[in-house]
């Protein structure tokens, strides 16, 4: 395992524009794919995950061809994917592995999904129960891990109301319901989750009283078209925290702004954040805009349950803005960290451990009490793209910086990190 040395810098100074947004990026590949005929998508996400998604549907008979900065996507048409010569593999693609899993639960072949050692070690049983009570034939490695065989079931129209808070879990379940010959899947949602999957296919949310419902059917099935993906705000977040803690102001373009992700900014605002929207637009896959940030004094402030699922992918990120934070930083019911690429609990904890922070370990978050901290620490990765970039921050904010142990996980979902790190960033 390799370690990267964190100079410390004196402040932030400059502009970043993002490659398109992870979340959307696997949807548009996977719309694409199911399409019938030639799809653009631009901006894709630079992402190892993202790959992934292209490697597992090409091999399923997609087509893709990289030329002008775009990707051309060949789709297979309704029901026109064919069986793979091999296992999918699906790397380190959580997502990858669950909206596949509804993708295949449709077909009228078996495959079978794996992928590297760190998701077989994630749980799909959340995605393979609510599949298979809808009539999909899912044999899982102990009833809970990968790899997971896909064999042809029998699918019902039916009405499912989802146990877990996750997008993943309900964009599996409407893929599989686009599949349908006749009749419609009703979802009820009683959480708020991303909605990039409904919005996306153009599937209408109708508020009930137990959450929203979704009706799903062969009529919101994708056709081919054209994607314009926005930067993706999960990876610009590292940045942002840098330039409120540092200094001096970042300027970011072309950021993916629906009100579901821009969660995480609101949280930042609330604890004192001088971020602006400069510019707002809507385009085909979703809001977008370029925002500015300049340094702030950051405070405490409550995080509702009911913001978790928002901010899942950004906690790592938060986490060392309240570092800062007079007063403290805490984050509770949000379990869900515990199965991540590693156990993001634990991770944070450790790390703010290594350089001297006061916090405390809960089942479902932590405590974080900071400001004299060491001016120097290594820091562990554990081989998580979101620990590796959070706690490479918090080393350049350090007074003499730090160390970040395993740190080429970044390229799980931004390879791009470090030398963006550097391009905005003024030395001591």
């Known amino acids: 395992m390799s370690i990267k040395t964190i100079k410390p810098i004196q402040k932030v100074k400059g502009e970043l524009q993002f490659a398109g947004d992870k979340s959307v990026s696997h949807r548009a590949v996977i719309f694409a794919a199911m399409a019938e005929g030639e799809s653009v998508i631009r901006n894709l996400s630079l992402s190892e995950d993202v790959e992934s998604s292209i490697r597992c549907l090409g091999a399923l008979g997609a087509k893709f061809e990289r030329k002008d900065d775009a990707l051309f996507v060949t789709g297979v048409g309704f029901k026109g994917f064919t ?105 009820t949602d009683p959480f708020e989750t991303r909605n990039h999957t409904e919005e996306m296919l153009g599937i209408e949310r109708v508020e009930g009283a137990s959450g929203r419902i979704l009706t799903v059917s062969k009529a919101n099935y994708p056709n081919a078209g054209e994607f314009d993906i926005p930067g993706d705000i999960s990876s610009a977040i590292f940045f942002i925290v840098l330039a409120l803690v540092a200094g001096d102001y970042l300027r970011i373009k072309n950021l993916l702004l629906s009100p579901e992700r821009i969660a995480v900014l609101d949280i930042l605002k609330r604890m004192g954040a001088h971020i602006e929207i400069d510019r707002e637009e809507t385009g085909n896959c979703g809001k977008w805009g370029d925002i500015f940030v300049k340094r702030s004094d950051l405070i405490n402030t409550e995080i509702f349950p009911e913001e978790i699922p928002l901010i899942i992918d950004e906690i790592p990120a938060l986490a060392v803005a309240g570092l800062f934070a007079e007063g403290g930083f805490m984050i509770r019911d949000a379990k869900e960290l515990r199965v991540k690429e590693t156990d993001r609990i634990a991770a944070i904890v450790k790390n703010m451990e290594f350089c001297g922070a006061e916090v405390a370990e809960f089942e479902d978050g932590f405590l974080i009490h900071g400001k004299d901290v060491e001016d120097f620490a290594l820091f562990e990765s554990y081989g998580d793209h979101r620990i590796a970039m959070a706690f490479s921050v918090l080393a350049a904010l350090l007074n003499k910086g730090g160390k970040v142990n395993d740190f080429g996980c970044v390229a799980v979902s931004n390879p791009l990190f470090y030398e963006q790190l550097e391009s905005i960033t003024v030395k001591g």
Request: proline letters at 4%.
């Open 83 to 187: 069986k793979p010569k091999s296992e999918l593999d699906a790397g380190n693609s959580g997502t990858t592995a669950r909206l596949l899993a509804g993708l295949l639960a449709a077909q009228s072949f078996q495959a079978t999904i794996t992928g590297d050692d760190s998701l077989k070690k994630r749980p799909m049983d959340r995605v393979a129960g609510p599949l298979g009570s809808l009539g999909a034939n899912i044999v899982l490695q102990d009833e809970k891990f990968l790899p997971m065989t896909v064999k042809k079931g029998k699918l019902t129209a039916a009405e499912i109301t989802l146990e877990v808070a996750s997008a993943q879990v309900k964009s599996a379940l409407i893929l599989m319901g686009l599949h349908l010959g006749k009749g419609e899947l009703k979802i």
